[in-house]
Every structure is written in C-alpha cells, then in structure tokens.
C-alpha cells in the first residue's frame, strides 16, 4: 500500500502535469517530444518496441500482448491511456502500475529537462508529452525487455511516434476524434499508419476497405511486412461460457485450441487474436508456448470493458465513447447476457458523437438516465437530456445532477422495474454505465465504495450489530 506521503507527492506531479496541454489537444509536429528524448539519451530506443494504434481495443489489445509477453518470461513495460481511477496506471511494468514514488521519483529524475524544452520551444510541452516520456524513462531504468506502448491519438503525431517499433499493432479503425484526425475514414487510417516504420512488421486487425487500402499502402512503401486479420491469422472459434468465452486461434506460427478468456464480447475474441499474432510477430517463427499463452488469458483483466461491478441488480461499466465501441457493447449485451430489463446511465463528452451513440443505445434499453461526469469536457446535462428525449421519448429519460446521484437512481429503477428469475431466484435488470473512460472510471470508484459499505453492512448484521 502506498504511504500517505507518496500520494501527496503524486498528487503534486499530477497537478503540474495537469497544468499543461490536454492530452486531447494535439499539434501536427513531433518537435518537442523529440528534443526532449533526445536529451534525455533517447530511453525509448533502449529497448525493443510493439507500438499499437487504431480507434477501439487499443488498451485490451496492449494489455493482452503485455500478459502474454510476460507468461513468456519477458519483462515488459506498457504504457497505456487515459487512465481509469489512477494515474499511476499509465505505467505499468511485468503488468502492474508503478507506484507512488516511483512515478514521482521519475517525475523528478526528467524535472530538469521539462524546464530546458518548455524555455526553448515556441509552446511548453503538453501533458501527454511529459508522461510518455516519463513512461520511457521508467521502462529504460527498470529495465525491461520490451515496451508495449499504446498511442494517445491517431499516429503519425502522436508523442509515442518518437519509437522505432520492430512490430506495429493496429486494432479497427473507426471515426473518433475527427477534428485533429479527419472526417474521412481514409483521412483517420492515414494518419494511423505514421507509426508503420521502416523494415518493421505490421499486424492488421480486419478493416474497413478503406482503411485497408491505406494500411497496406503504407507497408509497402516502408517496406514492413503485413500480418493480416484473416489471411495471415483468425480467431477461428468461439464459444460463449460463464464468465467469458473460450476461444480458438489460428495463428501465423500454430493453432491454439480452447483458451478460456474471462471478457465478454466477440470484439474481445478478435482482439486476443491480435494480440497473439503480435507476440507471434515479436517472438519470431516458433509457436507460443501453450501453457504461457493460457495462463495469460485465464488471468487476464480489462477493467471498465464490460466489467460487472455489482450484483442485484447487476451494474456493468463500459467505456465506450463512440458508436463503434457503443455497437460492440450493445451487440454483447444481446447475445451473453440475459437481462429482461436494462437501463442506461449515459455520461459521453461534449466532443464526441453524442447522437451516434445514443442512436444505438435505443432499441436496447428500456430507460436511460443522462448525467455528467467532473471534466469540463462532459456534455452539457441540459443539451443531453434534450438528445436523449429525442431518441427515447419523455417517458423514458431522466437525468441526474451527478454520477453519484445518476447511480443511484439508475440501481433505484434497476429494482424496482426488475423481475425475479423462477431459475435463479435473481433480479433480471440490469444498469449498464458507459459514454466515456472519465465516467467509467469515476464510476468505478463510487461502485467500490458502495460495495465495501455493502460488505461491511452485512459482515455487521452477521455479528448482531443493527
């Protein structure tokens, strides 16, 4: 457990990283991030690198080639964003974050150096700038075999574009953040494809035939060789089971019977699938080690994907924050869960597509519950409600002042409109949470909290104490 001193250090950092650009923020240049690894020694360039791009799946992806990696006896350094409840989690090594006091003591090694850019470039560096380049460092000193490194946003400028990866990861891609990346899906794959670098080896999950078309243009003008998602490898079977599915893979190098991975969803499958034919592509020719590669899945975690925190009525979160994750989540939720009633609580932001979600959310939920999470960037409760009185009607739409409040009212009308099962003896309804990682990971925090008070009511009703 971190000791109170340290967590009053991380907040400090946190705070001056906040004072800079948002990550959301991004500039057409690499000129700032470089000159800063560059005086730094270039960590990045210490060790070997899978960097991974696309538009969803990005952090399960990153997480799942990180697990299996580290099965394999490699130590590994991931970076991955935004973060769900803590910062530290940005950074994780042998798949764990960073403590308090590493972070801070990374913070302070490059503190210096932060100061020396920020004097001579026409604009301070941003906030994601300085953590990737905290997360280099951290992965450089410790050190690790292998940095699996998630970019921020699109590619080609991302500060994470400042690696020479041996292997280039790009999950589906979809439109979010289109005004820094296009309007056009060829516009977003263009600027995706900037981390395919020379002489490296590139695997594709399947793609739009646009992005496709792009993708492979831009391997075979930098002469990296594709890996692509049915061609070259598939999730050949899938099966839904309790607590997940199990899976079967058809990799570059062999075929992987029966692995029991404990996500939901068949995007979750193909994402596995991606994952191993990117360790496949890192490792060379041999076949990964079955008992590492099941060990991996079985353990493996996603939190905020899916993720059901409570029972009776069961609260799932879902950190979809566009149509593309809000269609996956949707289609999960038809075909592996079997609520007879659900309810939306739906806290997107203000820059994204707010009616393409809720468009979607539609036919699936009996009711939805519109708030705001605590970023200025959340969607105003006001102009929402009016959105989604549009989509749901009046009769089926409520808001909340807060996320607090909306979980509340979401688990209220959760029990109050759920059946019980005759086969189970359970509530059948349903709250799902989703619109953004802020909201899911706010939300989180708050369903913790609202479980450890439930424990410990009930541990006190056992001993007599009313």
Known sequence: MAHADDLERLKFVEAELLKRWPETRLEPTLERIAYLTDALGSPQLSYPTIHITGTNGKTTTSRMIDAILYQLGYRTGRFTSPHLESITERISINGEPISAEAMV?????????????????????????????????????????VGVIEVGMGGEWDATNVVNAVVNVITPIGFDHMEYLGSTLDAIAQTKSGIIKANSITVLSAQEAEAAKILIERCIAMESAPIREGIEFSLAKREIALGGQVISIDGVNGRYEDLFLPLHGEH?????????????????????????????????????????????????????????????????????????????????????????MLELLEPHFDAIIVTKNSSPRSTEIIRLEELAVARFGRSRTQSAPDLARGISDAIAWARAEGSESPERGKMRAAVVITGSVVTVGEARGILKSMARDGARWREMRAEGVE
């Open 268 to 356: 979750q499958g193909h994402n596995a699938a991606l994952a191993v034919a990117a360790v496949e592509a890192f490792t060379g020719e041999s076949a990964i080690e079955s008992e590492a590669l099941s060990e991996a899945f079985a353990l493996m975690r996603s939190p905020g994907r899916l993720e059901v925190m409570l029972r009776e009525p069961t609260v799932i979160i879902d950190a979809a924050h566009n149509p593309h994750g809000m269609n996956s989540l949707v289609r999960t939720l038809e075909h592996e869960f079997d609520f007879t009633k659900r309810v939306a609580l739906f806290a997107p932001m203000g820059d994204k597509d707010v009616e393409g």
């Open 105 to 145: 003591a990374t913070y302070n090694d490059i503190a210096l150096y932060l100061e020396m850019v920020d004097e001579r470039m026409s604009h301070p560096l941003s906030f994601f700038e300085v953590i990737t380049a905290m997360a280099f460092v951290a992965f450089a000193e410790y050190p690790v075999d």
